[in-house]
T-cell receptor, first 114, second 114 residues
Framework: DAGVIQSPRHEVTEMGQEVTLRCKPISGHNSLFWYRQTMMRGLELLIY????????DSGMPEDRFSAKMPNASFSTLKIQPSEPRDSAVYFC????????????FGPGTRLTVT | DAKTTQPTSMDCAEGRAANLPCNHS???????VYWYRQIHSQGPQYIIHGLKNNETNEMASLIITEDRKSSTLILPHATLRDTAVYYC???????????????FGKGTKLSVKP
């Protein structure tokens, strides 16, 4: 299995631009998670989906952030407009329903907003 | 989910056992203890989990005290590649509780030295 795939791996953009991060979960996994990691705040859960349905988006910082999962094999996290404080590493993770319950993380997207 | 407490950092000599402690004094009966690690610039990686009994897999061993208020992750023969941040998490996913939205703390930064 290829594992969780994220693209792009690195993104540099200017303040005010729209940014779209992409994730392909492991085939057969029913749940998908988006995390953000910064030095100051550590690893934070932004949103997660079960069977393509958003379950908890309480971690999404602002209305500038939105996430979609149109099908079981693809999800996007969009920031519009982007701001310098959005600079972070964004991780996508997936897991399957049923035992065992561990999450599998992708390699992350390093976002820099100038 | 119960709060966990870990030392900020630890050192270990290469080839020796690394014992990483975790306190979870408020853990409830249906919460499992999960361990993940994050090697620099990579996504977190699942290591092991347990409920009551000690567990062992190809990566590590997990020792949980009888009262379940603390646990120790053991890397039997640490190598330089085990240098990472190790996270201990109490989660009730196995009972369908938290749906798997893991709460990552600061973790323990383990440095394996030659």
């Amino acid at each position: 299995d290829a594992g969780v795939i994220q693209s792009p791996r690195h993104e540099v953009t200017e303040m005010g631009q729209e940014v779209t991060l992409r994730c392909k979960p492991i085939s057969g996994h029913n749940s998908l998670f988006w995390y953000r990691q910064t030095m100051m705040r550590g690893l934070e859960l932004l949103i997660y989906f079960n069977n393509n349905v958003p379950i908890d988006d309480s971690g999404m910082p602002e209305d500038r952030f939105s996430a979609k999962m149109p099908n079981a094999s693809f999800s996007t996290l969009k920031i519009q407009p982007s701001e310098p404080r959005d600079s972070a590493v964004y991780f996508c993770a997936s897991r399957k329903t049923g035992f065992p319950y561990e999450q599998y993380f992708g390699p992350g997207t390093r976002l820099t907003v100038t | 989910d119960a709060k966990t407490t870990q030392p900020t950092s630890m050192d270990c000599a290469e080839g020796r056992a690394a014992n990483l402690p975790c306190n979870h004094s408020t853990i409830s009966g249906n919460e499992y203890v999960y361990w993940y690690r994050q090697i620099h610039s990579q996504g977190p990686q699942y290591i092991i989990h347990g409920l009551k009994n000690n567990e062992t897999n190809e990566m590590a061993s997990l020792i949980i005290t009888e009262d379940r208020k603390s646990s120790t992750l053991i890397l039997p023969h640490a190598t330089l590649r085990d240098t990472a941040v190790y996270y201990c998490i109490a989660d009730s996913s196995n009972y369908g509780g938290s749906q798997g939205n893991l709460i990552f703390g600061k973790g323990t930064k383990l440095s394996v030295k030659p």
